[in-house]
């Protein structure tokens, strides 16, 4: 009788500790299947290639929600670096949410941006055989690299290795206007634009302040360069 008593009473203390790791298994297997999900839905973004490597915590409380539920991704929590927090959105027939479940995860993250063919020097003039394309991990970034295919012809700041990633740093600037260039002035306000000529009294790029006597009233002017030999005021 007291053998019994122990088997039972040793039955009874383990029996909690089995279930808790059965089900623990449980919602890790659950939530290796949410990963994968989530993964998927995420290769539908072009712009960006975004994989889940790990999630943290698991915490995530997807209850009862089928594992064929279909769902959307809010990605506005996701860092480049660290940990990120995603929320999965769940919604029934009529578009009405239903459900939302916040994931936090590691990321692998990876953008296109331009990369050096060949080493490239100071003061060398990119050709377009000069750098393509490719993916890259963002975490690695160090600055601001160049997203843009629109390279060739412009000239190297500082010297770039081959396979290195083009930042925008590395690149001089466009010059748009020089000083002593006759300049369109489009002068916009409430809507109406008005244009006139100008002598410019600086250079610049794209985006730069520069400063362009008015060819009429004879007035210092100061404008954003838009485009070759223009700039914009706003009133």
Do not use: H
Not at 108 to 115: N, R
Not at 141 to 166: C, H, K, M, W, Y
């Amino acid at each position: 009788m007291n053998r019994c008593l122990k088997i039972l009473m040793l039955v009874l203390l383990i029996l909690p500790i089995w279930l808790t790791i059965v089900a623990l298994a449980g919602t890790d297997s659950s939530l290796e299947v949410w990963k994968e999900r989530m993964n998927s839905k995420l290769l539908e973004n072009t712009e960006r290639r975004i994989q889940i490597s790990d999630l943290i915590g698991k915490g995530a409380d997807f209850g009862t929600q089928a594992k064929d539920a279909p769902f959307d991704l809010d990605l506005s929590g996701v860092r480049d670096q660290g940990v990120s927090e995603i929320a999965v959105k769940f919604f029934d027939k009529t578009g009405r949410l239903t459900k939302l479940v916040r994931v936090s995860a590691k990321l692998f993250i990876q953008e296109q941006v331009a990369v050096a063919r060949r080493a490239l020097n100071s003061g060398d003039m990119i050709q377009k055989d000069d750098f393509k394309m490719d993916w890259r991990d963002v975490s690695t970034f160090r600055g601001s690299p160049i997203r843009s295919t629109d390279l060739a012809g412009r000239t190297v700041r500082s010297s770039i290795q081959e396979n290195e990633v083009i930042y925008d740093g590395r690149i001089q600037k466009n010059q748009l206007i020089s000083r002593g260039d006759r300049v369109k002035i489009s002068i916009i306000s409430k809507g109406l634009t008005v244009s006139g000529f100008g002598i410019a009294e600086d250079s610049g790029s794209k985006g730069q302040t520069v400063k362009v006597l008015n060819g009429d009233s004879r007035k210092e002017i100061v404008g954003i360069v838009t485009d070759v030999r223009a700039i914009e005021v706003r009133l």
